[in-house]
Nanobody
Framework: QVQLVESGGGLVQAGGSLRLSCAASGSFFRINDMGWYRQAPGNQRELVASTTNDGGTTYADSVKGRFTISRDNAKNTVYLQMNSLKPEDTAVYYC???????????????WGQGTQVTVSS
């Protein structure tokens, strides 16, 4: 089982910054993609940013130029640096990871419990 634990959420004023981190632990063969999703009340969960195991990145159009995703494979940790935050960024942010516990097992998506990010205007 892979456990994902997020940290770094909180309250911030518009224009401010936060850095989220997500550390993966447990028994696994390999973690491939890792990413961040968010879900605001009444909305569906949406992709914010993702990164491949070699550092490739993908961003939602709404956060391009403001957010940066990165990872430290040695620590099995993914980060999300959020700058120029806007009230519409307010949501619960969830870390996810695609991982295999064994080489012959299908890829499984794991989710963290989420961390609240609130941006005030």
């Amino acid at each position: 089982q892979v456990q994902l634990v997020e940290s770094g959420g909180g309250l911030v004023q518009a224009g401010g910054s936060l850095r989220l981190s997500c550390a993966a632990s447990g028994s696994f063969f390999r973690i491939n993609d890792m990413g961040w999703y968010r879900q605001a009340p009444g909305n569906q969960r949406e992709l914010v940013a993702s990164t491949t195991n070699d550092g490739g990145t993908t961003y939602a159009d709404s956060v391009k130029g403001r957010f940066t995703i990165s990872r430290d494979n040695a620590k099995n940790t993914v980060y999300l640096q959020m700058n120029s935050l806007k009230p519409e960024d307010t949501a619960v942010y969830y870390c996810n990871a695609k991982a295999k516990r064994r080489i012959y097992i299908d890829w499984t998506i794991y989710w963290g419990q989420g961390t609240q990010v609130t941006v005030s205007s």
